[in-house]
Every structure is written in C-alpha cells, then in structure tokens.
C-alpha cells in the first residue's frame, strides 16, 4: 500500500512540474503512431476488403518494414547532421502533404494495379516510418535524468494509445470515403511537426 502511495504520488508530482513536457511527448508520437497502426496496419485491411490478394498484402508489409530497417542508417546519417527536431519537424511537414494523396492512389492502385499499390504502400510508408522513428530522441530529451523514465513512460505510452490505438477505429469509421483516412493522416504529421516547433521554443525559453 506505502509503495502505491509512493507512485501516485510521484506521478502527481510529475504532472505537475512538467505538463508542457508530457504534452509535447504526446504530439510527438502521433505522426508515427498513425502511420503505424493507421497507416500500416488498418491500410493492409483495407486493402483486403477491396479484394487484394493475401500474397501482395503480405509483399506490401515486408517491404515496407524491410525498407524501414534498411534506412536506418541513412536516418540514423541524416539526424546526426540535422538533429532529431529538423527530421521530426521535416519528415512530420512531408505527411502532412503527401500522406492524403499517398493513401488515396494506394487505396485506388489496389483495384486497377496491384504491384503499384504494393510499391506505394512500401516505399510511401517505410519512409515515413523510418524518418519518424526519430520521436525516441526527442521523447527522452524532455525531461531531466531523474523523471526520466517516469516521464518517458507517461508520454509515449499514453499518447501512442491515443493516437495509435485508436487510429484503425477511427480510420475504418470514416472509410466510407476514399479522403478522410488519408487526412487523418496527413493531420498527424502536422501535429507532430508543430509539436516539435513547440518544443524548440520552449527550450529556448529555458
């Protein structure tokens, strides 16, 4: 009992002292969370409804995970030149255009060409995927070393349940047009971006 006091309290303690951190911690997994389990993993199953097959389906994920892993170190490259706020910020600003129309022609390749939906799908969002993976830097820079792990735990998970978890829902309840997913989408990427720009000027305000 003493040490569920001890928790709740802390975590009182960590809301209160760093809000701004826990908020900014949320915004900045909503792009990836998205692209995720919005994207990704609600797109496969849409893309099974309009009658593609389960082999190009399967094609369609491997490659785009496959293509996630094998930039990690183009990504790992770029965000040692640029810095992990610029690659958020950019790849987040990238979706928010590209993503409507990138999940529009997947969802309008699947009927007229497969092998172009298996492309779109697998090189659209491992690059959105690898780029945003960059959201574990700019998470744990939040906080200090001691709430560390408190205030990363707090941030991300709740706020990839948010966006993440809710996102195939959310997707499939608006499915009844060919434009809504992919605008919750591409909004994800803008919250993210502005998120990131958010964060920037609370460092510079100490």
């Not at 900045?28 to 893309?47: D, F, N, P, R």
């Not at 309009?50 to 996630?68: D, E, P, T, Y």
């Not at 349940?161 to 959310?170: D, N, T």
Request: proline share 3%; with cysteine; hydrophobic share 55%.
């Amino acid at each position: 009992v003493q040490s569920s006091s001890s928790a709740v309290s802390k975590t009182r303690q960590l809301l209160a002292s760093y809000w701004p951190q826990i908020i900014v911690g949320f915004g900045a997994v909503a792009a990836v969370s998205v692209v995720l389990y919005g994207g990704m993993t609600w797109g496969l199953v849409s893309m099974k409804k309009k009658g593609l097959s389960s082999s190009f389906r399967i094609l369609a994920g491997c490659g785009a995970n496959s293509l996630v892993i094998l930039m990690a170190p183009l990504v790992g490259r770029v965000t040692d030149m640029r810095g992990a706020a610029w690659v958020q910020t950019f790849a987040g600003l990238c979706m928010a255009v590209v993503g409507m129309p990138l999940m529009m022609m997947i969802e309008w390749s699947v009927v007229y060409s497969p092998w172009s939906a298996v492309a779109l799908y697998s090189l659209g969002y491992s690059l959105f995927g690898a780029f945003l993976m960059m959201h574990v830097l700019q998470v744990v820079e939040l906080f200090p070393v001691e709430v560390r792990n408190a205030g990363v735990g707090l941030s991300y998970n709740i706020g990839v349940c948010i966006f993440g978890g809710f996102a195939p829902m959310v997707f499939e309840a608006v499915s009844f047009t060919s434009w809504l997913p992919g605008l919750l989408l591409a909004l994800s990427g803008l919250v993210t971006a502005l998120t990131t720009l958010v964060s920037l000027r609370f460092q510079s305000m100490g």
